[in-house]
Each structure stands twice: as C-alpha cells, then as structure tokens.
C-alpha cells in the first residue's frame, strides 16, 4: 500500500485516495491485535509498553488521528507545495522557479508555462512535489508513512517473539520487497528521495525523463560462480575507512581476471553494509546527478559511511587548455593513465583514499602498480573527493 501511495506521489487526486488506504491500512494492524489478544501470549506486557511508547512519539499519535481528516484537500493543500524548476544549461545552471498549487496536475503545469511565450522553450523542466499534512507540518507524508510501518512492524516482531512462532508463511508478494522477513530498520525499497518526488521533461526532445533502477538479488548459485570465477570472495564488513584494503585487493583480482571493473559503491551504518549498487554513468553531467541521488539514497538508509570503487582516468602532471583551465585526465590523449580508486568517507569526518594504478601490455594483459593509499580528516580532505561531496555536505548539514 505505500508503494502504490508512492507511485502516485505526482497525481493529486489518486495520491490522497491511496494515503486515505494506507493510513486506515495502518490503523488496522492495531485493531486487528487486539481483537487477537486473547490469543497473543503475554499481550499485556508487550502491547503496553508499545502503547507506551506510541503515546510519546508524534508520528503514532498523527497516524491515529490522522485515520479520516488526512484525505481532507484543505488538509494536505495548507503546506503542501508544487516547485518547478527550468535547467537552460547544465554547465551554467541557470535556473527558473514557478510555483503552482500542489493539486494541480502536472500536464496543467505544463500547458500553462508551454502557453506563455516568454517561458522556456528548450532545457529541462523538473517538476517537485512535496506533500505535507498540516496536523504534522515536519515532516513529508512518505517519510513519516515509512517510519509509522516500521513501528508496527516492529511490533508485529515483538508478537511472533513472545509466542515463539515461526515467520510468516507469505508466498510470492508484489512488490518483491514484501517478504517473511519483520523489519525493525526501514526497507532499502522505501526510499523517501526516490524520482517518486519529481518529475523531468527534456524540452528539446519532447519526453520524460526517467531513472531506471535494476535490482539484482544474490543467489547463492550466484555466489558460487563468482567465487569459481574470482577465487574465494570477499565480505565487505566493518569501518568503511578500514576495509578499503581488502575491497581493493579483491577488485584487482577481479580486474585481472575481466580486463575492466563496474563501479560500486556500498552504504554502511554501524560498520555493516545495509545496500550496494552499481552506478551508470552516461556522462559527467550524468555522474554529477547519479551522485546526488547516492546522497539522496544515504539520507534514506541513514548510512553513516560509504565507500565507492571505480576506475579512472589519472594524469602524472597538469596540462592546461588555452582557456588556462586545466584539461581533465580523460581528455588527455596518450597521455592518460588508469587506475582503480578506492574513495571511503563516513559521518564522523573519517575519510580514505586507495589507488592501484594498471597498465596493459600488447597482448591486453593487466600489469598492476603499486598500491597508495592514505586517510585524512575534514580538513585534509582534497578535490579527489569531489564525487562525495554531495553526500558529505548532506552530512554536515544534517
């Protein structure tokens, strides 16, 4: 019910039907509960203290009240709101705000900045939606929606633990991230800065503009291919700052083995990996966004530390073009060297840097160099960690 909430997120009408569902969706598990209590072992003890509990956070006493008044337009239209942003130029960034009522469809947006010739022609339109409930002026309605799941799912947890029961019998769900599992941390899958919020319309080429994710699931027969191909893997666990080491020992095994290395980047939190993926990037504006929504992705899973492998391009001097801007190492011609680059940073403002240069011979073998590697703190820090600067600067300013 929150995916279906979410994948409405930009059409007014059908969002508040799907918030009215999932809102009485919610309320339900708890009048379900105690219509069960007679047989829920030791329901007294456990649905107390969660009452308890429920009464002094602000998103369980909102889920409550909330049940019917939510779907109410004036309810949601109070501080809601609708942005729409022009992009003329990705390079120079220049920027047109328009506000529009948040119930206002996004083809009626459209029509009405298309009808006025003095607006933008070409470009990129990005269309922003942030829904908010007055009783709960804080907060964006699927961030607190995920964290009032999360409780309740904690609290079914609480119930199978007290009566020492098996897991949920749950056969084949939609969406796949329904499983037998209770979660006590949010879902990876309900991320709250998703596209979900936004919308994009390349003016030039007359169509959307959407972020497609794959997700890929670990088998354990994937698992023994990998390890019959790569010899025996490796677990990334620990201090991101810490296993940069072994992260770039497996990788170059794995670089010798196909010639090339995907990038990845894993999320940690408390010295755990809780997500990984592998970025695409089509360009350097492309890079420039794809690490913006990794920040968007950290602030989600509340990562606290991060580390990101890929190969480079890396330049022994400095060449400037006539312009006197340096000219970046990709752009250097015969000049240019590879790499693989291990950047690590976490919350606490612990950083690290690994790198094994490679060269390849006339018959394409890797020849690897020597591994260099350093730590560093905020003030150290230097321009190679640019491509984490989003998710640093989401760090510092909370």
Partial sequence: MWHTMADSY????????????????????????QKQKSTLPRFEEWYTEFQTAAKSNPLMRWSVSSRNRIVKESDLELLSKVKVRWVGDWERRQERNFSFPPRMPSKAILSAIFSDPGNPQIGVITISRQWVDRALPDREILSATREVFVNLSALISTAHAAASSEMCGLSTRE?????????????????????WLQEHMDLGAGHGINEVTYLVERTPESSKR??????????????PIEVTARIMEQAAKALVRD?????????????????????????????????????DRVESLKA?????????????????????QAIPARDRGRDRREALHILAATSRGEYASIFTPFSRNLLGKIVLGETLSETLTNIEIDGQFNILRPVIDRWRNG
């Fill in 175 to 195: 969406p796949a991230c329904v499983t037998t599992e209770l979660a006590r941390e949010p879902l990876p899958c309900m991320d709250i800065n998703p596209g």
């Fill in 304 to 324: 606290d530390g991060i580390a990101f492998l890929n190969e480079i391009w890396y330049a022994a001097d400095v060449k400037l073009d006539k312009n006197g």
């Fill in 226 to 239: 990998s390890e019959k191909r790569y010899g025996t893997t490796m677990e990334v666990a620990g201090n």
């Fill in 10 to 33: 930009m059409q007014p009408e059908t969002f508040r039907m799907h918030l009215n569902s999932l809102m009485q969706g919610m309320r339900n598990v708890t009048f379900m509960l």
């Fill in 259 to 295: 010639k090339k290395h995907v990038p990845i980047i894993w999320f940690f939190r408390d010295d755990a990996v809780i997500d990984s993926m592998v970025p695409v990037f089509f360009d350097q504006n492309g890079k420039y966004l794809t690490m913006h929504r990794v920040a």
